[in-house]
């Protein structure tokens, strides 16, 4: 009866499109338009043993989602909306709460099931707890899978855990929003044996606070592949009471140790020896993050265009965590306008000048100057292109 129910909307949506003269957006859902034509529901291959239901389709198209975002939510996800006034409910307790219509759309997208559930005794009671701690509606939207877990069972208990281990609601708000994913992991099959694991590896109370603050998602890693990293971190000199440790504990999370051993020839093949890397990382570990193509494009502009040496560079890795077109190519703009006009010594010292926020490069390069020499403004806003110190070095 509920096929047939699904069938009967689903083509009286695509009459209603088609009467309208417009592009039918249902076009893109497998099987959609043979309903109009059969009396039987096609179902969807990537879910060979679901049904595409037409009226839930419908329904997650009127709330925002794509056509395709539509049937890929209502197939994978199981999804049957046997009430619209009920999923209503849920859109508007959704609402009250925060979310914005981006928020929802992202909601469904991921967990469509949710309209199903009761809003009053399902839903509330986790809105309500999470808006106590203050976690944000549009971070929730990115795990809303949260929203199906056991408040009493799950969320509390989690929450608690996490409280004692991190220290202040304050701190573990800014953990979630880092990460919200990360608490959807087990409390006692992976929150408790990773900390377990952190203080096996010899980080203090306050650095494992620390270390979650930055990285929640640390909580969903084995603790055998924790005990690995604080391996390869003893190798290169690493020290655990380090303040900058948690920072390299962090950058070796994300990345598979043969990436790390790539990463570490690229840098090697620059000229440098494996122990300059090594002190680079640990001044810097996002330099282990960065992507092989990122890396090369920036060193070999650094080394061709401006000149310096690949040791100065390193000596400073954080340079290469700047964007080379957003940061680094702008500024070089304005050095160069600076230099044509005799504002500042051809020699200045390049590292040192290009480094730093950009609130005191601004004020040092731009604002001091942007009276006398205009161009600078619009070299720092990208209109004017950086093309070599030339003659100017």
């Excluded at 992202?106 to 559930?117: F, G, H, N």
């Excluded at 604080?230 to 504990?249: M, N, P, Q």
Aim: proline fraction near 5%; charge should be positive; include cysteine.
């Amino acid at each position: 009866m509920f096929a047939s129910f699904c069938r009967r909307r689903l083509l009286l949506h695509i009459r209603k499109i088609s009467g309208g003269g417009g592009t039918n957006p249902l076009q893109s859902i497998p099987g959609a338009i043979h309903l109009a034509h059969t009396s039987s529901l096609t179902a969807v291959s990537s879910a060979p043993n679901s049904e595409l239901c037409p009226a839930t389709v419908s329904y997650l198209i009127s709330c925002g989602l794509s056509p395709a975002a539509a049937a890929t939510a209502a197939t994978t996800q199981k999804t049957r909306i046997l009430s619209t006034d009920k999923a209503d409910d849920v859109r508007a307790l959704l609402r009250d709460y925060g979310f914005t219509d981006a928020d929802i759309v992202r909601t469904l997208r991921r967990a469509a099931k949710l309209l199903t559930a009761d809003p009053e005794r399902v839903l509330r009671p986790k809105l309500a707890f999470f808006a106590s701690l203050g976690f944000e509606p549009r971070k929730l939207a990115h795990s809303p899978s949260l929203l199906g877990r056991s408040l009493d069972k799950h969320l509390v208990p989690s929450i608690q855990f996490l409280r004692d281990t991190i220290g202040t609601d304050d701190q573990l708000r800014v953990a979630f929003h880092r990460k919200p994913r990360a608490l959807t992991a087990d409390l006692d099959n992976n929150m408790r044996p990773a900390v377990e694991a952190l203080r096996r590896g010899g980080l203090a109370e306050a650095a494992i606070s620390k270390l979650l603050v930055i990285d929640l998602g640390v909580l969903m890693l084995s603790p055998d592949r924790i005990s690995k990293i604080f391996e390869d971190l003893k190798e290169i000199g690493a020290c655990t009471a380090d303040s900058r440790f948690v920072y390299c504990f962090d950058a070796m999370c994300a990345v598979k140790r043969e990436t790390w051993l790539r990463k570490l020839s690229l840098y090697t093949s620059f000229g440098l020896s494996e122990g300059e890397v090594f002190n680079a990382f640990k001044t810097q570990p996002r330099i282990l993050n960065l992507a092989d193509e990122n890396i090369e494009k920036k060193v070999r502009f650094l080394l061709d265009e401006l000149k310096l040496g690949i040791h100065d560079i390193m000596s400073r890795p954080v340079i290469l965590c700047y964007s080379l077109d957003k940061c680094i190519l702008p500024r070089c703009a304005v050095l160069s306008v600076l230099m044509r006009e005799g504002k500042i010594q051809r020699d200045v010292k390049l590292p040192q000048a290009l480094l730093g926020n950009s609130r005191v490069f601004s004020t040092k390069y731009v604002f001091k100057h942007a009276d006398k020499v205009p161009d600078v403004v619009k070299a720092y806003e990208g209109k004017i292109k950086f093309e070599g110190f030339g003659c100017n070095r």
